[in-house]
């Protein structure tokens, strides 16, 4: 059974950091690109940063970039988000995604809860 566990979400006061990590199974993660997407209450769910699948090339929204940094561990079968100097926009469900670039196969974890809030 395909499983995106996310953990690492929070409270966390403005300015601060947090990593989230999101361990992934029972697919071949080293042929997907991943993705971190966030949904923040009454709006629409957005792509925040992606990843290659062998980590060669990342992307981030422009509300992050700079801020955030995505990363991966293909022995560990691991995708981590490390945030930086969090704003209280960034409050939201953070969740990890799964794309197969072959088959449009898509996989979503179960979110984590990250809030900004002094």
């Known amino acids: 059974q395909v499983q995106l566990v996310e953990s690492g979400g929070g409270l966390v006061q403005p300015g601060g950091s947090l990593r989230l990590s999101c361990a992934a199974s029972a697919f071949t993660f080293s042929r997907y690109i991943m993705n971190w997407y966030r949904q923040a209450p009454g709006k629409e769910r957005e792509l925040v940063a992606s990843?290659?699948?062998?980590?060669?090339?990342?992307n981030y929204a422009d509300s992050v970039k700079g801020r955030v940094t995505i990363s991966r561990d293909n022995a560990k079968n691991t995708v981590f988000l490390q945030m930086n100097s969090l704003k209280p926009e960034d409050t939201a469900v953070y969740y990890c995604?799964?794309?197969?670039?072959?088959?449009?196969?898509?996989?979503w974890g179960q979110g984590t809860q990250v809030t900004v809030s002094s």
């Open positions: 995604n799964a794309l197969s670039r072959t088959t449009g196969l898509r996989y």
């Open positions: 990843i290659t699948s062998d980590g060669g090339s990342t």
